[in-house]
């Protein structure tokens, strides 16, 4: 049986700092006894260049709007530092609504 961990709308409240521990605490938890499991992250990935100018400017708005709180709306680059940071070696991103993403992340 292959573990997963799901974060919805979480990872966007923290700073990178504090993402990479909550990622390596995740990684943890899906690759015990050996078995290598999946983190599945389903957040908001920034992304200029292939969506539509009012989607990225919500996007951009709500960053305004989290960073008030120390969180931040992150782009693809942005997100992939932060896995590999915290020991992930591969990663997959499928938009699923306007909004979100759900990103899996592969230890």
Not at 21 to 43: M, P, S, Y
Request: charged share 30%; with cysteine.
């Amino acid at each position: 049986m292959l573990l997963s961990f799901t974060l919805q709308w979480i990872l966007h409240d923290w700073t990178d700092k504090d993402c990479i521990k909550i990622l390596k605490k995740c990684k943890e938890a899906v690759t015990t006894d050996g078995k290598r499991g999946k983190v599945i992250v389903i957040d908001m990935v920034i992304n200029e260049k292939k969506e539509e100018d009012e989607l990225t400017q919500i996007k951009l708005l709500m960053n305004v709007t989290i960073s008030c709180l120390n969180g931040k709306e992150r782009n693809e680059e942005e997100w992939k530092k932060l896995f590999m940071e915290a020991g992930f070696e591969n990663y997959k991103i499928s938009p699923c609504t306007g909004l979100l993403s759900l990103i899996e992340i592969y230890p």
